[in-house]
């Protein structure tokens, strides 16, 4: 089994930044490519950036230039930048592992969400 923990929402206001970190644990074999998802009240859950482990990433449009995505394997922790923050980049902001197990087929793992909130 896997576990994700989200840490370092909150509320900020327009031009801010956060920091989030998403720490696995558990039993696997390895986390493959990791990513961040969000939220928005009314809106559907959206991509915004992911990391393969070779640390090859993307971003959705929204966020380039202003958000950064990196890895600690040693840690097993992904993290995301999050600077000149925007009222619309208010949601509840997900944890996502391709996870390997070591005997278990390979599965997503989600962590529970952090909710960040920027004010204008």
């Known amino acids: 089994q896997v576990q994700l923990v989200e840490s370092g929402g909150g509320l900020v206001q327009a031009g801010g930044s956060l920091r989030l970190s998403c720490a696995a644990s558990?039993?696997?074999?390895?986390?493959?490519?990791m990513g961040w998802y969000r939220q928005a009240p009314g809106k559907q859950r959206e991509l915004v950036a992911t990391?393969?482990?070779?640390?090859?990433?993307n971003y959705a449009d929204s966020v380039k230039g202003r958000f950064t995505i990196s890895r600690d394997n040693a840690k097993n922790t992904v993290y995301l930048q999050m600077n000149s923050l925007k009222p619309e980049d208010t949601a509840v902001y997900y944890c996502?592992?391709?996870?390997?197990?070591?005997?278990?087929?390979?599965?997503?793992?989600w962590g529970q969400g952090t909710l960040v909130t920027v004010s204008s």
């Open positions: 558990g039993r696997f074999f390895r986390l493959n490519v």
């Open positions: 990391i393969t482990s070779g640390n090859s990433t």
């Open positions: 996502n592992a391709d996870v390997w197990f070591y005997s278990a087929r390979p599965s997503a793992a």
